[in-house]
């Protein structure tokens, strides 16, 4: 879960700032945060591949359910031909066979859908997962953004009346 070490270090460079006198405005290093938000462009796609796989692994699930099903049905043919050939049996062996390829082919059905389900069920957390930590991720980002354009303004040099105004209407327009 590297995102949220990185949105951790984030709080972190924000909860030990170093303070202003009389504002209480926080100081940040802007090159330090920088790196971080780096940091957490290059975890994002490992992210999104983690839930790939996750992708990938239902379709072998659902690969390997659908071989499982084809060997149990050629596995129940062999036996129902082999019982065919016994002639006393001959109807009691088509009726097992045909049991036989009807239990495998709802078997191989009920671990298709268990397997899908699986699938759709990882995907839906790896997706719920990956929008909570973007939620989060731009949450801190904000907090972080909010606390650096304080910081800035606390420091900007003060103008005059006049300009006051004009910089008050800027910012209540961003």
Known sequence: MEILELINKLENM??????????????????????????????????????????ERREQIINQTMLDARRIRNTAEQDSRALVEESELIKSARKRGEEIVAEAEQKAQRLIQAGEQEARRRRAGADEYARASLDELEGQIAKLLETVQAGQRALAPREPKDHKDHLDRLAAAS
């Open 14 to 55: 924000a909860s030990h700032a170093k303070r202003m006198p009389i504002t209480g405005m926080a100081m940040v290093d802007a090159e330090r945060l920088l790196d971080v938000i780096d940091q957490l462009r290059l975890a994002i796609p490992r992210n999104i591949s983690e839930a790939s796989e996750v992708l």
